[in-house]
């Protein structure tokens, strides 16, 4: 069993950076594939990054390519995601979650483990 934290969330005005982390116990985590995920109230879950067990190579949804970095420390079991020129759109609860198969996804449903959520709320 993977438990996943994740925290770093909070209020943030548009253009600020904020820094995500999630801190995985349990399990193997550097044999995981990770995922940070959103969701904004009334859509669904999506994609924003993701990062092989290595720690490369890393992969960006298209509204954020340029302005978030993911990055996987084994030794502390922790994942990140950097945020920065944040715009409103990018308000939503932010959640970490752990991918065990052999290949990277990014489909929602393939991710085993999944933290419990941070919010971020970014106004204009």
């Known amino acids: 069993q993977v438990q996943l934290v994740a925290s770093g969330g909070g209020l943030a005005q548009a253009g600020d950076s904020l820094r995500l982390s999630c801190a995985a116990s349990?399990?193997?985590?550097?044999?995981?594939?990770m995922g940070w995920f959103r969701q904004a109230p009334g859509k669904e879950r999506e994609f924003v990054a993701g990062?092989?067990?290595?720690?490369?190579?890393?992969y960006y949804a298209d509204f954020v390519k340029g302005r978030f970095t993911i990055s996987k420390d084994n030794a502390k079991n922790t994942v990140y995601l950097q945020m920065g020129s944040l715009t409103p759109e990018d308000t939503a609860v932010y959640y970490c979650?752990?991918?065990?198969?052999?290949?990277?996804?990014?489909?929602?449903?393939?991710?085993?483990?999944w933290g419990q959520g941070t919010q971020v709320t970014v106004s204009s």
């Open positions: 349990g399990g193997t985590f550097s044999s995981y594939h």
């Open positions: 979650a752990v991918d065990r198969s052999l290949w990277f996804r990014r489909d929602v449903s393939e991710y085993d483990y």
């Open positions: 990062i092989r067990w290595s720690g490369a190579p890393t």
